[in-house]
């Protein structure tokens, strides 16, 4: 954990939040990418498409999003009369900076018999200007609804939408954006992983290059690799996606050995993904304090953007974030 900043010393952080979860009307809401402590408060812990449910279907007055901006923009979208913070407004993506709207305008306007089939990982602007949100876990679904005769354009994430075409046969117009992160995994190191531990099963993030997902056993979405690592019968399992998921992963079977793909010559922390890094315990509580910093986007966008994002929820269906119910608290919790 970092050192608590001066005017911050002395404060039980976990107590004040949990104090202040409760004057606020709070709901405090985590990605699978977020630090342990993060992950361990928080009232739900899930991937994007839990988490865009849970958010829609919250009775909480403030929305505490413990993620990356667009994460946070995408719960103000399906609430926008709630407040929703985010401990560190600079908690961005690749994958967003990789799709300027007005760019995307125009190769939209290129294309004007192509529908936009745009993975959530994206600006509201971006959002406003697509047919259908998805996320990594509903986007199979949703394409297999769309008829075959329909031209689509997909974007920001070029290798989601690559898997998707071989894996569905169906050819779409890639907008060339990447996560740096899954980016990064080193096919060598998971070559030599391999070789260690030759029974170990491999699950693969849809975002990283198709090196990587060419060896994985099961591709899906972080709830989706969370899900299959605890269901394997194998002691161990060889994991290629952002490791702060490994956390969720311990807590539930403690017994069993989950490992992180490294990245780049398997000497650097570029697995890790940089901009979920950036909210902290410490920056949650001044969150819940000032209720600052919060999302405020412009209401002409908001409206237009959360046209391809209730597509979404209809077309994926699930009951994920009604009530209480979706991925619960883990064993341990
Ligand atoms: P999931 O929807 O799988 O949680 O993906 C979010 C993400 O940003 C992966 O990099
Ligand atoms: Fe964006 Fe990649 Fe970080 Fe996910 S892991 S938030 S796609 S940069």
Redesign the pocket.
């Known amino acids: 954990m970092t050192e608590q900043p001066a005017s911050l010393k002395g404060l039980d952080l976990l107590a004040e939040i949990d104090r202040l979860k409760r004057e606020r009307n709070a709901v405090i809401l985590a990605?699978?990418?977020q630090k342990p402590e993060i992950q361990d408060l928080a009232d739900f812990v899930?991937?994007?498409?839990d988490?865009s449910r849970k958010a829609a279907a919250t009775d909480a007055e403030v929305i505490a999003f413990c993620g990356?901006r667009f994460?946070a923009e995408t719960a103000k979208i399906l609430s926008p009369d709630k407040t929703v913070i985010l401990p560190d407004m600079d908690a961005g993506?690749s994958?967003e900076d990789s799709c300027p709207p007005d760019q995307f305008a125009a190769f939209r306007a290129a294309h004007p018999d192509h529908i936009a089939l745009t993975y959530?990982?994206c600006s509201a602007a971006v959002k406003a200007l697509s047919d259908v949100i998805v996320?990594?876990?509903s986007a199979e679904q949703i394409l297999s609804q769309i008829p075959a005769e329909q031209k689509i354009i997909f974007g920001p994430d070029r290798h989601l939408g690559g898997y998707l075409a071989r894996k569905t046969g169906r050819e779409m117009l890639l907008w060339p954006g990447i996560?740096i992160?899954?980016q990064a995994f080193s096919e060598t190191e998971l070559l030599k992983l391999k070789a260690e531990y030759p029974d170990a099963p491999v699950a693969a993030?849809p975002?990283c290059p198709p090196h990587i997902v060419d060896h994985a056993d099961l591709v899906?979405?972080?709830?989706?690799?969370l899900d299959f690592a605890l269901a394997s019968p194998a002691e161990t399992t060889l994991v290629a996606?952002?490791p702060h998921i490994i956390h969720q992963m311990e807590k539930a079977a403690p017994h069993k050995r989950f490992i992180g793909v490294p990245g780049g010559d398997g000497n650097c922390n570029c697995n890790m993904?940089p901009y979920m890094a950036l909210n902290t315990l410490e920056k949650l509580y001044v969150a819940l304090r000032d209720l600052e910093p919060r999302i405020e986007l412009d209401p002409e966008t908001m409206a237009a953007a959360r046209v391809p994002l209730e597509r979404m929820l209809d077309m994926a269906g699930g009951t994920v974030g009604q009530g209480d119910v979706g991925r619960p608290k883990l064993a341990g919790d």
């Open positions: 990605h699978y990418y899930g991937d994007s498409l988490l990356v994460m993506c994958l959530i990982n996320t990594s876990s996560c992160v899954h993030h975002e899906g979405s972080t709830r989706a690799i996606t952002e993904c």
